[in-house]
């Protein structure tokens, strides 16, 4: 019985042996394996960045100058339904057919045009955000590099985090010096 037993123990040890040696074989200087985070406040990012400033009162100028532009063509239909509305009892019915067809065209006329204005504006928007979200790349990708950061997170996502690892402030000065303004393209060109 002892013999079972001590051959019990020279069997366990010689399975045991290759994996003490793998934990032992480890006596380098450990590295630094923390991970480093940092946030940035988008939010406030996009709205104090002087570039996206810019983009927003370029494309609100462009947006007033087509609302003006619809608001006259919306009065010029209006007026074109009340003569269409008198030339009602005028007409025959074939060619007060006619003109209502006209007026029809010219309603999804302006609607084509008021919705073709519209996605020319979103893409020139886009285009130019675009732009701004390339360079913040590069500043957010040298900051991090700078700081040996391994993780940055949108603060947006996080229900608390110390202040000290918010980057925002420092990403707005660096985007503001990066690039001060972009100009937004001409819509439908």
Same mark, same amino acid.
């Given at each position: ?14 399975? #045991?042996?290759? /994996?003490?040696?793998? !934990?032992?074989? &480890? ?17 406030? #990012? ?9 983009? $927003? ?6 947006? +007033? ?11 010029? /239909? $209006?007026? +074109? ?11 025959? +019915?074939?060619? !007060? @057919?006619?003109?209502?067809?006209? !007026? ?15 996605? &020319?504006?979103?893409?020139? $928007? &886009? ?23 391994? #993780? ?7 229900? !608390? ?5 918010? #980057?925002? @402030? ?20």
């Amino acid at each position: 019985m002892l013999t079972k037993i001590a051959r019990l123990v020279v069997v366990s040890a010689m399975l #045991l042996a290759p /994996l003490s040696m793998a !934990f032992a074989q &480890d006596t380098t200087a450990p590295e630094d394996k923390s991970l480093r985070i940092a946030v940035i406040n988008m939010k406030l #990012l996009r709205k104090s960045s002087t570039a996206m400033q810019g983009i $927003r009162e370029q494309v609100s100028s462009v947006r +007033a100058t087509y609302q003006a532009q619809v608001q006259t063509e919306n009065e010029e /239909l $209006r007026a +074109a339904s009340e003569e269409l509305a008198r030339q009602r009892t005028i007409l025959g +019915a074939e060619a !007060f @057919a006619a003109e209502r067809r006209k !007026f029809e065209a010219s309603v999804a006329d302006v609607q084509r045009m008021t919705e073709r204005r519209r996605d &020319d504006l979103k893409l020139v $928007r &886009d285009q130019a955000t675009a732009e701004v979200q390339v360079v913040l790349n590069e500043v957010i990708t040298t900051i991090a590099k700078e700081r040996n950061l391994g #993780l940055i997170l949108p603060r947006e996502q996080i229900i !608390f985090v110390n202040s000290s690892l918010d #980057l925002t @402030a420092e990403l707005i000065t660096r985007l503001n010096a990066a690039l001060p303004s972009v100009t937004v393209p001409q819509p439908g060109q």
